[in-house]
């Protein structure tokens, strides 16, 4: 049975799609005054992109001068969500889950911290973790984990959406893994477990 939780922050405990206005209407209104060089159909692909991914990765993508980059990344250094959020339908599956949870998350730290607040579950939690992803990956912030809190491996289990970060650096510690994957993105990913939705995390976790 696993009684550790390392469980990813963004379309995982909630959805960015359903919070989209509070979450991103400041980005966009900034992002509308810049400068990009995209066409309007790549403008429109980035801002969906970035319901899921991180925003250097985007950046990086669609190649966005390094002025605007700059200014961006300012702006969500400093941005809180001050508005509630709403947790996902599956949120009570991660909830119940028996054992000590901690939540791993890419991003701006000042951000996370609000999210974490607005979706008012941090009394689930025993540590969150935001990741700078500019300096350094979860896989890090797993290690850093499991050396401050005395954990076996074996004990943990990995939750998140990304096959890419979270699932892939399970993996190559020897951890296991639940990828939700509501919309089939990863069809070909490795993960010790798969699911379109969280119903059976339980029994992923031995529970």
Known sequence: M?????????????FTKPNEDVL?????DLLEQQDLKLTDE???A??????RTPFLKVAEKYEFPKEVTDRLINY???????QALIPSDDYHYIKSLKGRKFIVTAGFPKQQY???????IADDFEDVQ???????????????????????????????DDAESEIKYGLELGIETFL???????????????????????????Q
Do not use: C, W
Not at 46 to 51: G, N, P, Q, R, S
Not at 114 to 120: D, E, F, I, N, Q
Not at 130 to 155: G, T
């Open 114 to 120: 609000s999210k974490v607040k607005m979706l008012g």
């Open 24 to 28: 991103m209407k400041g980005l966009y």
């Open 42 to 44: 790549q403008f429109m």
């Open 180 to 206: 939700l994957d509501p919309e089939n993105l990863h069809p070909n990913a490795k993960s010790t477990y798969i699911g379109k939705n969280l119903s059976q995390l339980h029994q992923a976790a031995g």
């Open 2 to 14: 696993k009684q550790v939780f390392f469980i990813d922050l963004d379309n995982t405990i909630y």
């Open 130 to 160: 935001v990741v700078d992803v500019a300096a350094s990956n979860k896989k890090q912030a797993f290690l850093n984990l499991i050396e401050k809190f005395k954990l076996n491996n074996e004990d943990i289990l990995i939750i998140g």
């Open 46 to 51: 980035a801002k969906a992109e970035m319901l």
């Open 76 to 82: 969500l250094s400093n941005r809180e969500v001050t």
